[in-house]
C-alpha cells in the first residue's frame, strides 16, 4: 500500500498541483466554519456526505486555503442548506461583505434565503485607476472595462485587487481580491485631446 501512495506523490500525473494562498480573512471564515462543525457534532465526511461538498474542499475551506466568502453560488446554497441557517445568520457569522452579499446567497424561501433569482444584466464601465492583467488581457490604468455586475460566478471575471486588476476564471480567483462581475471587455486609453491656443 505505501509504495502505492509513494508512487502517486512521485508521479502526481497530467495535473499540476495548485497552490493556495489563505488569508487572514480566508482562515478567520474558515475558524468559524470547523467551529460550527464541531459544536454541531459534524466530523468533515459526514458534513461531505449531508451537503455534496466534496470532503477535499470542506478541508480547504476549514483551513482557509479556499476563502467561505468566495464559495460559487451552488456551494453557499449546499452548504447553508445543511447547516440549517438563513442566509442573514451566515452573512453575520462569515463575516460576508455587503457587496458580496447580492450573490453569496440562496435561492431557498424566506425567511431562510432569498427565493429569487440572481439580478443579471448590471453592466458597469469603469475607468481603471491601476493595471490590468490576466486571462491574456492587458490594459493600463486609464483605460474603461466594461463588467456585468450581476454575474461573480460564471466566466472570466473581474477581480480588483491592491494596486491592479485582474481577470480569472472563478476556479482560478486569488483569495485576497473583490470580485467585481463578469469581464465583458476592455477599451483602451482615450486619446487625450490638446487645446490649441
Known amino acids: 500500500m505505501a509504495a502505492a501512495s509513494d508512487h502517486n506523490q512521485a508521479n502526481p500525473g497530467p495535473r499540476a498541483k495548485r497552490e493556495y494562498q489563505p488569508t487572514p480573512e480566508s482562515i478567520r471564515r474558515g475558524e468559524k466554519l470547523r467551529q460550527w462543525l464541531d ?17 477535499m474542499s470542506i478541508g480547504l475551506y476549514v483551513r482557509g486555503d479556499l476563502d467561505v466568502a468566495n464559495m460559487h453560488q ?15 445568520w451566515a452573512w453575520a ?36 485607476d491601476a493595471p490590468l492583467s490576466g486571462e491574456g488581457y492587458t490594459a493600463p490604468a486609464g483605460a474603461r472595462v466594461t463588467f456585468d455586475q450581476g454575474n461573480v460566478l460564471h466566466g472570466a471575471l473581474l477581480v480588483r485587487l491592491p ?27 482615450p486619446a487625450s485631446t490638446v487645446a490649441v491656443h
Open 93 to 128: 457569522y462569515f463575516e460576508i461583505s455587503d457587496a458580496r452579499r447580492a450573490y453569496w446567497r440562496t435561492f431557498r424561501e424566506p425567511p431562510m434565503g432569498h427565493g429569487e433569482e440572481p439580478p443579471q444584466g448590471l453592466q458597469v464601465v469603469l475607468t481603471l
Open 163 to 189: 494596486g491592479r486588476y485582474v481577470v480569472a476564471r472563478q476556479d482560478a480567483l486569488p483569495n485576497a481580491g473583490e470580485v467585481l462581475g463578469e469581464f465583458l471587455g476592455v477599451a483602451p486609453v
Open 39 to 55: 459544536e454541531n457534532g459534524y466530523d468533515m465526511a459526514d458534513f461531505a456526505r449531508d451537503s455534496g461538498i466534496s470532503k
Open 74 to 88: 451552488r456551494t453557499v446554497e449546499k452548504l447553508l442548506t445543511t447547516m440549517h441557517v438563513s442566509d442573514s
